[in-house]
């Protein structure tokens, strides 16, 4: 699944367009690189959102393509 894809599913970034626009300003960092919109998640993958504030990193638990809102925060581990 596509990192943008994946941080909107996982509603982690509320829409897709935010998530490809923060991709694409080089604020998504995956196992430590930067990545594009088109970038494949993996379970396992450790991925980093910067902000302006801080940094939110998260470890990849399972990848399903829709989710209910309650189950959403099974697909990651906050670290």
Not at 4 to 32: H, M, P, W, Y
Not at 47 to 56: D, F
């Amino acid at each position: 699944m596509r990192i943008d894809k994946f941080l909107k599913v996982s509603r982690i970034l509320k829409r897709r367009t935010v998530a490809q626009e923060a991709c694409g300003a080089g604020k998504v960092v995956v196992n430590g690189r930067e990545v594009k919109p088109a970038y494949q998640v993996k379970v396992g993958d450790e991925v980093e959102i910067l902000y302006a504030t801080g940094a939110l990193k998260f470890r990849v638990l399972d990848i399903k393509e829709t989710v209910k809102k309650d189950e959403a925060a099974s697909l990651y581990e906050m670290l």
